[in-house]
Every structure is written in C-alpha cells, then in structure tokens.
C-alpha cells in the first residue's frame, strides 16, 4: 500500500516500523499524602531531565541538535522553574506529576497565543520537555535511541524532536508523524541531517515492526513490501548511496561538451542562510519574500527586509539573487492581508494582483529590493503576472520607487533586472511579446502545470492528471525558452519540482534552459546529472519527443534515455 | 544599577538560538539581570520569558542588571545582542 503525505526531508530509506509514543500514565488528580515528598520527587524530575540534557549535550557533533538541546536545557535550569512548581504543591495540595503538567501547559499556552508562527512551533519543544520531566517524575524509560541496534523509521502521532538527539542516529532511516510541519524543529532537523520524513500520515494504517519504504524526495510511504519489491528498493538505495557520495566534490553543471549551466537554489528561509557558502550554488534563483510577511502580526518595515536581503545577498559574494515580489493569497494567508474570502483562492486575489492595488504596500517592498541591490548582484520578479498591463503598471509603480530613493540620495542598482514568473499559460503563448519588456523570464512548472492541465495535486482523483510532460504543458515551456534566444543579454530559468527532477532535466538541457534552479538539498544532484549529459545529443534527442503525442511515450524515451546517460546513478 | 539601551542585530530577533544563548551569557553573573521592551520587563535568565517576549531584529531594548558584576554583565549582553 502506498501513502501519500507532506515530504519533508529528502532521501530514501527502508527500515522497520518503530512506533516511538511513551504514553505516561493519567495524571494524579487526588491530594498528595505528602507535599515534601513530592516537592523533592519534582525536584529530582527536573535534574534528572538536566543532566540527560547535558549528557546529549556532550556527546553531540551536530550545532543544530546541540542548540536544541541546549535550549531544552536552558528551560529547566530557570531560575523560578523549581520555586514556581513548589509553590503549585503547596496550593493545590496536589501530587508532583499535576503541578509539573499545570506549570508547563502554562508555558506552551503563552508560546501559542502569540501571533507568531515560529514561536507556536517553539511551543512544541516544550512540549517534549513536560513529557520528558514526567518521565522522569513517574520513573518511565523513553525510547532511547543509542540503543537501536537494527534499521529502523520512527514513526509517531506527534514526533518529537527528542528523538534524533543522539550520535547513534545512523540506524533512523526515517521519520513518519502525523503531526507536524516543515517549520517544525523536527522538519528543520531532518532536512539538515539528511534523514527522509514525511508528515500528515494516517499513521493507524502502519503496524510496529513491519518492513517500511519511505521516499523523502516523494513524500511517499511503502508498505506490505513482497520480496520483489524489497530487492528494488534496495537497488534504488543503493543508486541514491553512489550518487551521494560523488556529489561531495561537484562543482559545476558542465556538461560532456563543455557547456555550462547555472543551478541555483529556491530558498527564502533565514535558517538557510548559513548553509550558502557549504553548497556549490551559482546563485538564488528563487529568493521567496512569503516568509518574512507570514510570521507577523504587522506588515515587515523596510529596514527589516532590507537587512535581510542586503545580508543574503553580500552573502552570496556577486552571484545574481532573484528575489520574488510577495507572492501571498492561493494558499499562503496573512493576517494583516485581507484577500477575503473566494471561491477559488488559485484563480483569485493573489501576489502582483494584491500588490498592484496596494501600492503603498508594494512600494515599500519594492524600495528594499532596490536599497539591497547597492549591495549585491540582485535582481526583481514578479509572481503570477497574467498580462502586460500588470507587467507596466508593476514596473511603474517600481520606477517610483526608485524615485523616491533618488530624492533621498540613497544608492541602488539604476539598472536593476527585472523578470517576471511564466506561470500563467496566458504569458506562456504569449511569451514572444512579453520578453520584449523584460529582462527574464522563471518557468514556475508548479503552478504552470497545474493552470494548463486544470489540475488541483491536492485532489488524488485526478492528481494522476498533474503532469509536466504532458505535450502542451512542453509546447509551452519550449515556447518561453526559444523566445529567450533571440537575446544576448536575457535568460530563462526555471523554478519548480521539475528543473531537479532527473527526466525533466533531459528534457530542459535539450530545450535550452539556462538556469535551474531548485531546493538547497538538490543542487548538487542536479549539477551531477546535467554533468552527465552532451548538450548537442541531448538536443538532438529531445527534438525526438517534440512530436509524440502521450505523456507514457515520452516518459519511456526519457527513461531509456535517462538509462544510457545516467547509468548506476539512475 | 547599570543600564543601557541597544538595538537588537540578531536577524533572527532573539528567539531559538539567540535567545537561549542570552540565557548562557546572563547565567555567568550572579546579578539580577532584565531586558525591557516598551512596558514589558523579562528575566534574562528565563529563556521562555524571553522568546514569549518576541522580541525581533532592529527592536529597541534596554539591559538592566543589578549586582556585583553588573558592569561587566551588561556589557557582555550589549556585546552580543547589539552585535
């Protein structure tokens, strides 16, 4: 049976079924016998809990999980943590297990009442902190991962970041939970440890101790394995091993003939930025704003992106940052946006069109764009333009801004680029007219295929439908690519699943795509596979599929294709 | 009593790491130490309090400590916040 959820870490992994929930017994409602006794019971608890901390603490290589664990720790050593349980002892004249509950239910309602998203996640750490000192407190031993001997996927209701703190974490070869989201410390975690996780699965359908596969790059869940299938999986594990290990040394995307190609990464996220200088990336193709606005319960100020994308971007040492105008509305809602309410939110009052009418807002957008771009190699793009009215109206507004800075006498690049997203199969036919106002063009395949084939992903009755081969979906990708020829100075890239994906890479480098770029995790696979490629064959062969008039047609050219070229990393 | 304002260079504002490293720099002193934004007063020893406190990039506080070393503890803070 396959299941399908929200992907999260990327790779491949078999292993088997560990349910790792530690269910605590009820909490003691009654009135204590005697409060000292379980003044010291906490007490102990809570110290217990802090050395197990500071155990992990020392054992740990990894700076993400040891500043986890080190705010963990920080928690319990608080000053008042000790007096303030003591002090609901003694009132309620209850037991130890209560007053801890009580004290840390009072903590994580603070966390997410608070209109910040990031902090309502934080409040799931403490989460695992109470359950942590009531383990403690009732004497249960948690699943404790240094004592994995065999491989397994954790699986859990609510997984737990306390999970991966251990230097044993080479048998976790995946993490399924119901709960949780990519912004969850667990999410962050396992993207930066390389370990495959999937979220938002039924776990009720899994059985303890069963063989799973679980394909991070998918989102897909394996089980009820036959032994066919196994030997499979264990050959594609293997492919994925060989492939990984090669990367460490990519630099380039050049091909066998010598042609080189831009792969850039799709980021957006404060917490990547560290990770710029450690991956081979030619640039941010993809800078998405979305995650400065979400977060907040007011509209970001100027300064505040402004040092954001001055720091990304001085970061980047002259490699070209595409940064994405807000791209809100479809399904990103903000607080302090009011979209309304729609019948279809994709089809509605999203990105450039919210932006153009809210100018003030849009301007001040615009304006750090531009302060940054004194800074850095940094370009402007605009989301989900469906006409050239929208693109000169934007870039009026743009011209005003940019005014306003010169009044100021604050310096920015006079001659910024501007590109817009080809996501709209409108702009797609008529991208001959529009490339003529711009400077570049980013294929959004996300979005692009599903606006041509009218297809929601979401809804897994026609989700079969979702599919960036499909002829016309090409027709249009080509189209945008060849009117990019007729320029010297303009470029075409990609942004979306399709430019990492091993078969739509045949397919761009044939059709001339300059840039891909694709999520932090995948640039050096994809640099790899488009090293593996002659660009003048690859031409030739695509030529070949131009006329085929199935999706199942061109997909078997691809993959035969695919098998030649790319051999044991396919 | 020592005070003095600062302005937060913490892009991330003081939550998740910054925050809990304000806790390990406050911890090494032995004075009362807070942070106060607008009307709000935080232990700066109280991880919780701080990240509740939201308190975000370019944010205007003021570090107060009172004790022993409270010299050399809000310089240690200013150090690393204002930095």
């Avoid at chain 1, 003691?28 to 409060?35: C, D, P, Y």
């Avoid at chain 1, 319960?297 to 992106?305: G, H, S, V």
């Avoid at chain 1, 932006?355 to 001040?364: A, P």
């Avoid at chain 1, 599919?467 to 027709?475: A, K, L, Q």
């Amino acid at each position: 049976m396959e299941l399908l959820g929200i992907k999260v870490g990327n790779g491949l992994g078999l292993g088997k079924c560990l349910f790792v929930d530690t269910k605590l017994p009820n909490l003691n409602q009654e009135t204590a016998t005697s409060l000292e006794e379980e003044v010291i019971k906490v007490n102990n608890a809570i110290d217990e809990a802090i050395k197990d901390y500071e155990d992990i603490i020392a054992s740990l290589d990894d700076e993400d999980l040891k500043s986890l664990t080190e705010f963990n720790k920080n928690v319990l050593i608080s000053p008042s943590i000790k007096k303030d349980i003591t002090n609901i002892i003694n009132d309620k004249k209850c037991y130890g297990d209560l007053a801890i509950d009580i004290y840390f239910n009072n903590k994580i309602k603070q966390l997410e009442n608070l209109d910040n998203n990031y902090l309502k996640e934080r409040a799931k750490d403490v989460k695992d902190i109470r359950h942590k000192v009531l383990s403690k407190y009732y004497g249960i031993v948690e699943f404790n991962p240094d004592n994995l001997k065999e491989d397994v996927i954790l699986v859990s209701h609510e997984m737990t970041a306390n999970v991966l703190l251990t230097d044993n974490i080479e048998h976790i070869k995946g993490i399924v939970s119901e709960l949780g989201g990519k912004t969850s410390h667990i999410g962050i975690l396992t993207t930066s440890l390389g370990i495959p996780s999937i979220f938002g699965i039924d776990i009720k359908n899994l059985k303890n101790d069963e063989l799973l596969f679980i394909d991070g790059n998918k989102g897909i869940i394996e089980n009820e394995l036959s032994e066919e299938r196994i030997k499979e999986i264990k050959e594609k594990i293997a492919t994925e091993l060989a492939l990984a290990k090669e990367l460490d040394d990519i630099k380039e995307a050049r091909t066998l003939d010598n042609y080189l190609f831009e792969v850039s990464a799709n980021t957006g996220d404060l917490t990547e930025l560290e990770r710029i200088d450690e991956i081979p990336l030619d640039g941010i193709g993809l800078f998405r704003t979305e995650f400065l606005y979400l977060n907040k319960t007011t509209p970001p100020d100027e300064d505040y992106l402004f040092e954001v994308y001055k720091s990304f971007a001085t970061k980047l040492n002259g490699k070209q940052m595409i940064i994405r105008t807000l791209d809100i509305g479809g399904d990103k809602k903000c607080p302090y946006i009011d979209i309304g309410e729609e019948a279809n939110p994709f089809l509605g009052y999203r990105a450039i069109r919210y932006c153009l009418d809210h100018k003030d807002f849009f301007k001040t957008s615009l304006k750090a764009i531009l302060r940054a771009s004194a800074f850095g190699n940094i370009a402007i793009m605009y989301p989900m333009i469906s006409s050239i009215e929208e693109l000169r109206q934007a870039n009026l507004i743009l011209e005003e801004a940019k005014q306003d800075l010169r009044d100021n006498k604050i310096s920015f690049k006079e001659d910024i680029k501007v590109g817009i997203m080809v996501e709209i199969p409108a702009v797609a036919a008529m991208a001959d007219m529009m490339i003529e106002e711009v400077d570049f063009f980013s294929i959004g395949t996300n979005d692009l295929v599903q606006y041509t084939t009218a297809v929601d992903r979401g809804n897994t009755k026609i989700s079969k439908l979702y599919e960036w081969f499909n002829p016309g979906v090409i027709r249009l990708i080509k189209n945008a690519i060849d009117v990019t020829k007729n320029y010297d100075d303009k470029f075409v890239g990609m942004c979306g699943e399709m430019a990492a994906d091993p078969l739509g890479i045949i397919l761009l480098v044939g059709l001339g795509l300059d840039e891909f770029s694709v999520n932090i995790n995948t640039v050096k696979k994809t640099k790899k596979y488009i090293s593996l490629l002659n660009k003048k064959e690859t031409e030739e062969f695509v030529k070949t599929l131009l006329n085929l008039k199935t999706v199942k047609e061109i997909e078997d050219k691809l993959n035969k294709f695919a098998n030649e070229k790319y051999g044991k990393y396919y | 009593m020592v005070t003095k304002k600062v302005v937060v260079k913490k892009e991330t504002g003081l939550h998740a790491r910054p925050g809990s490293e304000v806790v390990d720099i406050a911890m090494k002193f032995q004075s009362d130490i807070n942070l106060k934004k607008g009307d709000k007063v935080i232990n700066a020893k109280e991880v919780l309090e701080i990240l509740s406190a939201d308190i975000n990039f370019n944010d205007e506080i003021i570090i107060e400590a009172n004790g022993v070393d409270e010299n050399e503890a809000v310089k240690a803070l200013e150090e690393y916040i204002g930095s």
